[in-house]
Each structure stands twice: as C-alpha cells, then as structure tokens.
C-alpha cells in the first residue's frame, strides 16, 4: 500500500482574515442577513465569521471563498460555508454554518492544555510514547510542536469546537495531527478540552493497492485553483 494522498491547509499566498476585512465580506454579511430565516441562523451565529480560503478563477471570472464560523474567537470545526461572488453578486451559497451556537457550547474553558491534549491521542492511538516535547511555536489558541518521537513532523494544534451531532453539543477541543513515524497514518484528531478522550479522528493518509487495478474509490485531497 503506498500513501498518494494528504490533505494541505489553504492556498499558497492566501493568509485568514476576519470577514470584515475581506473585500467582499460587507457583500457576503448582507447576504447572511438577508437569509438568516432561511438558513436558521441567528445574529449571534453570524458574528464572528473568518476567510480560510479565497481564490479566482481567470477562466470564469468568478470568486470562490470559504468562510468559517467562529464562537468568542474559537473555531467551529468543518463549519465552513463556501460562497461564490461574480459582478458583486453572491449567486451561490453552500451553507455549513449551525443554528443557535450559544446555547450548545458546553464550556469556553479547556481543562487540559494542548501538550496534555497530544499526550493523550498518542496514547489512544497505540503510538508509542511521547519524548522530548517542545513548543515551537504559539500564539493564542494555535500552537506547534516538534514531532516528540512520535510524529515525523511537527504537530499543529488549535483549540476548536467540535459539533457531536448526536448530542446537538459543540464541545471544546483540541485539533491536532500527528504523522506517524511508520508513515501508514497521518492521523487528524479532536480530543475532548474537559476529558481528554478522542472524540473524532480520521486519516489524512490514502492508501491504494496498485496492483488490484481498482482505483474507484479513492478520495483524495487537492487544493482547489483554476487557471
């Protein structure tokens, strides 16, 4: 099985920006406004929303961005909306965001601290033991860690809440990955900012066995430019 896959963070060139700070953010916050109803959402759930990622296709003249949701400064995991803009018009909107935020938030406080957080995923992961831990690098909530003996990189980790959609609760945890060093896995992993259980994972790794000669069901990753 060889790794022929992994999943990058944003566009080269393109850094986060607060919605309001983007060009087309007044454009896009009237739009959420005007559909708030249709979409369920509250003025608190609108309120502080970031760009992950923006680019322009030259081929048809169209501005594609994707804007994430955010709740006191904290990221929503995977609650990110994509919209389109061309002649200054929003003409599509995929929403993601979710309703109602602020009662389902169960805490702004995290119990554990990030290092404890990546401690805690080795150890459900079966990955061996963390070594020589060191903080690279931090700022607010996001941080970066050497590989620890653990990982053959350095290991991002960010505070987040995490939708459990069963309970309809945004939990508070800890987003991080670790790339093994066996190179089978690189692992992205939520785990709980109160327990310290993992509460979701899934591999960044795509695996394929060339010589079946079935590649249907491949789900690769790719960074999303047009010429």
């Not at 601290?113 to 909530?141: H, M, P, T, Y």
Request: with cysteine.
């Amino acid at each position: 099985l060889i790794a022929i896959g992994m999943l990058f963070f944003g566009l080269v060139g393109f850094a986060q920006q607060n919605l309001s700070d983007s060009e087309y953010g007044a454009l896009i916050k009237g739009y959420l406004i005007k559909n708030q109803a249709n979409y369920k959402l509250t003025d608190n759930d609108i309120q502080d929303l970031y760009v992950s990622n923006e680019y322009f296709s030259k081929s048809t003249k169209i501005n594609h961005l994707y804007v994430n949701q955010r709740y006191q400064g904290i990221e929503i995991f995977n609650a990110v909306s994509n919209v389109a803009v061309k002649d200054h018009v929003v003409f599509y909107y995929a929403n993601s965001f979710i309703s109602e935020i602020a009662p389902k938030v169960n805490t702004i406080t995290p119990q554990i601290n990030a290092e404890r957080a990546i401690e805690s995923a080795v150890s459900q992961l079966d990955l061996g033991s963390v070594q020589g831990l060191e903080l690279i690098s931090g700022k607010g909530n996001n941080f970066i860690y050497n590989g620890a003996n653990v990982s053959q990189t350095n290991m991002a980790v960010k505070l987040v809440y995490f939708h459990a959609q069963e309970q309809d609760e945004l939990k508070l945890a800890w987003d991080l990955n670790i790339n093994t060093l066996s190179g089978k896995n690189w692992w992205s992993v939520r785990v709980d900012a109160v327990s310290g259980q993992i509460i979701d994972v899934n591999d960044w790794v795509v695996s394929c066995n060339f010589g079946d000669g079935d590649h249907s069901n491949h789900s690769s990753h790719s960074n999303l430019k047009e010429d």
